[in-house]
């Protein structure tokens, strides 16, 4: 096994996720094997694990850092909103608009094989911290406005999961038909909105 500087290293690693990244968005999980990713680095297929667990670890690394990002533009624009109805929406509406731009997240959620792919070679407890991190700006949002009496008295969990359901449309777009797509969303988004904020 060939040896690494950490410079060396780090800019291997970063080759091989945008490599990786490119060929899971094209191909998938599972049409992508592990000597394309190494061979753009011009490493051998077992140095591989001196970067990455797994094919599968790779792809939720990638998952993860995609999810920070949504994150990052995502609130920002939430936080701006001046009262929690409007706030809600626009969360539904960037977060929606974000899934759609995101074709990592949006084939790890619209596609059960690659779902079931990646969750079979994963630690549960590993993947649950990682993925589940995306949820808790979500419920402190929740938490804070059901405290301030801002939202309707339900379990937070049942609050989170109606609007996380709703995100859930995008899976539809092509059965609602895409030329009405962005009016029953709107609609929908603000239904979902009006009722969480009665």
């Not at 804070?144 to 989170?160: F, H, R, S, T």
């Not at 996380?164 to 059965?175: G, N, T, V």
């Amino acid at each position: 096994m060939p040896k690494f500087t950490e410079i060396e290293k780090e800019s291997i690693r970063l080759e091989m996720m945008r490599t990786a990244h490119q060929c899971f968005i094209t191909k998938g999980l599972k049409n992508t094997s592990i000597e394309e990713i190494t061979s753009s680095v011009s490493i051998a297929k077992s140095s591989f694990y001196v970067f990455f667990k797994s094919k599968e670890m790779l792809y939720l690394e990638l998952l993860v850092s995609e999810g920070e990002e949504i994150e990052r533009r995502i609130w920002t624009k939430v936080e701006q909103e001046k009262d929690v109805r409007g706030a809600i929406k626009v969360y539904l509406h960037e977060m929606s608009s974000a899934l759609e731009a995101n074709i990592l997240t949006q084939r790890l959620i619209t596609n059960l094989e690659e779902y079931n792919m990646v969750s079979r070679k994963i630690d549960p407890q590993y993947a649950a911290s990682k993925t589940l991190r995306s949820i808790v700006p979500l419920i402190e949002f929740i938490k804070k406005n059901k405290g301030l009496k801002k939202i309707i008295n339900e379990d937070i969990e049942v609050i989170a999961g109606v609007i996380r359901a709703c995100l859930a449309i995008i899976i539809h777009k092509k059965d609602v038909g895409e030329e009405i797509y962005p009016k029953v969303q709107e609609i929908l988004f603000q239904a979902i909105a009006n009722e969480l904020t009665k």
